[in-house]
Each structure stands twice: as C-alpha cells, then as structure tokens.
C-alpha cells in the first residue's frame, strides 16, 4: 500500500468491513499484511507529522476497541524485500493460536496473475497465505481495486475462486463509499490436512 492512501475512503470501507466480518466470523486475531512500500519524508513536511499520517501502528487502536488480536507485517514492502515479507507473514500464522484467524492482505492494487509488480499479491503468494490458514473458519481477505473492464468485479471473484478452489469464496463491497474496490473473502470450510509445526 502507498502510504500516501492510509486513511482515504477506500481505508474506511477497507476497515468497516474488517470491522463486520470480524463479529459475523468470531474472529479472534487478524493478522494485517499492509504491503507498506516505503517512502521519504519531503522536506516540507514535519517528520513528525509524516510519521503519524504514514505509519500502520493505529491500526493496533482501531483493532483493538473492535476486541481483536492484530498482528502487523512490519517493515516495508518492495520488489527486492518480496520474499522475507512474505514469509513474516506466513511466521506469524504458523505461530499463531488456535484462535479463529483472519489474514488481511492489502497491497495497492490487488492479484495479478503475470507480471507481477509491487502493487501486487501473486498466485504463489495468496496460495502460501492460503495453504497456512488450515483450520475450519480461518478467513482471508484481500483488497482488490478495479480495472477497466464492466465486469471487473465478476471477473476478480471468478479468479480469487479458480486460484482457491477449496475454499468457500464470497466478496464485500460498499459501492455507495469505494465503488472501485472489492474485497475478496476465502473461508476454510474444512481442514487442509496435517500441517507438520
């Protein structure tokens, strides 16, 4: 996520519908991949007042008067840190609880199958995430912006299911706030067989 776009309305939707699924799915701990690519301070602006516009860390407040557990993706997201990023992420749910868990993947614009750039979650990186989430009732949730297609939103759930064909697939939108924005919802309705920890 460009860090210029914390906070603009599509975080509002993004939120108010963590917000929704976390009671209607009794999610106990929501682990955040904010894909955060990291950005100078311009000389204009304070530093301090950069930091607190452009860090993740109040998602912890915001999560926490909803009574969830979060744990955040720390550091910053770009082509060269792809792999250790992504495997932080896959850490904290292998030493995760067993309490019902959410991942929460957020990049910039959402998957890609070809050519995948930093705005980007690839095939390879939802199944990893996915195959982690092996418990009945473990949810993922990816943020996906539109693209120039009438049908990018039948599109965009059609491929999220295809690429997760065991999961139980559905989508959430808030059209009247972000009607450029999805988000796509997996749900794991059995277990994926023994995870060796």
């Known amino acids: 996520m460009r860090s210029e776009w ?5 975080d509002l939707v993004k939120w108010s519908t963590i917000a ?14 904010p894909f955060l690519r990291g950005e100078e301070c311009p000389a204009e ?5 950069w930091k607190f516009y452009r860090t993740v860390r109040d998602i912890e407040r915001l999560t926490s008067s909803l009574g969830i557990q979060v744990e955040i993706v720390e550091g910053h997201f770009d082509r060269s840190t792809r792999g250790p990023y992504l495997l932080e992420a896959i850490s904290l749910l292998q030493r995760s609880d067993p309490k019902n ?12 199958e070809k050519n995948v750039k930093a705005e980007h979650v ?14 009945p009732g473990d949810l993922l949730v ?5 693209w120039r297609d009438k049908k ?9 299911r295809e690429h997760l064909p065991d999961a139980h697939v559905w989508f959430e939108h808030r059209p009247k706030v972000a009607s450029d924005v ?4 997996a749900e794991r309705v059995e277990a994926s067989g023994p995870t060796i920890r």
């Open 6 to 10: 914390h906070g603009d309305r599509r």
């Open 20 to 33: 929704d699924l976390v009671p209607r799915h009794s999610v106990e701990r929501l682990i955040y991949v």
């Open 45 to 49: 602006v304070h530093p301090t007042v």
């Open 101 to 112: 868990r959410m991942v929460f993947l957020d990049p910039d614009t959402g998957l890609r």
């Open 122 to 135: 690839s095939v390879a990186e939802l199944q990893a995430v996915w195959h982690e989430l092996d418990r």
């Open 142 to 146: 990816l943020y996906q912006h539109s």
């Open 152 to 160: 990018w939103l039948e599109l965009a759930e059609r491929r999220f």
């Open 182 to 185: 999805v988000f796509l919802v």
